[in-house]
C-alpha cells in the first residue's frame, strides 16, 4: 500500500531526524510519546518500529492515529487528500521528459576541492613569478 510509505515520509518530515532507517526502539519510544501528546492516543513504540520496518498494519485505529499525528481527521482524509490518480504517458511524452542524471555527491565534492587547490596553486604561481 503506497499510502502508507507517503505516510511515513510525512511524518519524517515533520520530525526533522534524522533518516529512519537509523531509528533505534529509543527512537520509536519517542515517536509514540509525541504521538500521545499531540493525539491523546496511545500507540506502542514497537507497533510503530514493526511498521516502518514491514508498513504492516495491526489496526484501522494505529493508522487513524498517525493521520492525526500530522494534522489529517483520519486514514481515510490523508489517503483522499493524498490521491495521484495515474498518468499514462506515451512515448512522445517519455521523450519530452527524458530522465534527468545526477552527479553523485562525492563527485562534487572532490571537484569542489580540486578546484580550491587549483586556486591554491595559481595563486602561489602568480605570487612566485613576480
Not at 499531540?38 to 495491526?58: G, I, K, M, N, P
Not at 506515451?90 to 576541492?113: G, K, N
Request: net charge negative; with cysteine.
Amino acid at each position: 500500500m503506497h499510502y502508507t510509505d507517503d505516510l511515513k515520509q510525512q511524518i519524517e518530515r515533520v520530525l526533522h531526524w534524522e533518516p529512519s532507517s537509523h531509528w533505534r526502539l529509543r527512537d520509536f519510544r519517542q515517536l509514540s510519546e509525541l504521538v500521545h501528546h499531540r493525539t491523546h492516543q496511545h500507540v506502542d513504540a514497537q507497533e510503530l518500529q514493526h511498521f516502518w520496518q514491514s508498513s504492516a498494519v495491526s489496526s484501522p485505529f494505529f493508522l487513524d492515529t498517525l493521520a492525526c499525528f500530522i494534522d489529517y481527521t483520519s486514514w481515510d482524509d490523508f489517503c483522499t487528500r493524498n490521491f495521484y490518480g495515474s498518468v499514462d504517458t506515451d512515448e512522445e511524452t517519455q521523450l519530452l521528459h527524458a530522465p534527468m542524471w545526477e552527479i553523485p555527491i562525492r563527485w562534487v565534492i572532490i571537484i569542489c576541492w580540486l578546484s580550491v587547490i587549483a586556486a591554491i596553486l595559481v595563486g602561489i604561481l602568480l605570487v612566485w613569478k613576480r
